[in-house]
């Protein structure tokens, strides 16, 4: 019996995460609900314009400026094949593969790991001519979410990036401008059922994926020219990204 209990504090101490005893725990967890619900909404209303589009990737954005600068919403939707929700947001999250997909970076560090699931990152971006170079300081976190309105589907999986402050990294300090960002990337995994029971492979999945991202500059730089570099960067990531991620994926079990 007290085996049985060593053993079982021992699975909780393996497995629970240990975010929510963090002070930034109760924004993590409202911020990532929200932006749940939000990358939920379709895109119908006409508040959205189309401004990308490749095979299934669909990109929206709504126009927006706050004191001037523009911090476009953009929300994406897309749908890959051959891999899961947990693969997608897994490798979006972790920051071991981060350079491998994201060509924006020139720098990036791990301040904090607040538990498996959570951490605090400083990335810093590479300069785009003629705007000052720009860093970014957020918290990422990545959960499951059981699908309450469809018992039978697959679950969600969200990771979020969200702007914070940190100790270590004070924005005041060198001469980068900060940007303020929050970002989310939704997915689900669905499965055709291979015929006459045979073991689910790749071929059977499905994963639909929702990236939105608002990211205010911080700072000045030109409307048209940010614009610009948006509608070049974002369909380019996330092209890269799930590719990477199909790449990374094939051969390897599947990660439900
Ligand atoms: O979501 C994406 N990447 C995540 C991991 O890196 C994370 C980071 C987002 C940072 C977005 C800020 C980009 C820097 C903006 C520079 C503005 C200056 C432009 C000047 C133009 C004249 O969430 C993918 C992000 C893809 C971004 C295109």
Not at 10 to 28: D, M, Y
Not at 208 to 237: D, Q
Request: glycine share 4%; proline share 6%.
């Amino acid at each position: 019996q007290q085996y049985l209990e060593r053993l079982k504090n021992k699975q909780v101490v393996r497995f629970a995460s240990q975010a929510p005893a963090h002070p930034l725990w109760p924004e993590i967890e409202r911020v990532t609900l929200e932006q749940l619900q939000y990358a939920r909404l379709g895109v119908e209303g006409g508040v959205w314009q189309l401004f990308a589009e490749d095979g299934e990737m669909k990109m929206y954005k709504r126009e927006e400026e706050v004191d001037g600068l523009a911090v476009d919403p953009l929300k994406a939707v897309h749908t890959v094949k051959g891999v899961t929700g947990r693969e997608m947001t897994h490798y979006f999250f972790s920051p071991d593969v981060r350079f491998e997909w994201e060509t924006t970076l020139e720098q990036m560090k791990v301040l904090e790991t607040i538990a498996d699931d959570t951490l605090i990152i400083l990335q810093i971006h590479k300069r785009v001519w003629p705007a000052s170079q720009r860093d970014a300081l957020f918290w990422s976190h990545v959960r499951r979410v059981p699908n309450d309105t469809d018992r039978d589907a697959q679950d969600i999986w969200i990771a979020c990036n969200h702007s914070t402050e940190h100790h270590e990294a004070p924005s005041n300090e060198g001469k980068m401008v900060r940007v303020a960002l929050t970002v989310c990337l939704v997915c689900q995994t669905s499965i055709e059922p291979p015929a006459d029971g045979r073991p689910v492979t790749r071929d059977h999945l499905t994963c639909k994926i929702t990236y939105c991202s608002v990211v205010n500059p911080g700072g000045w730089v030109p409307t048209s020219a940010l614009r610009a570099v948006y509608k070049r960067e974002y369909p380019k990531f996330l092209k890269r990204f799930t590719q990477y991620v199909k790449d990374r994926c094939d051969k390897q079990p599947i990660l439900f």
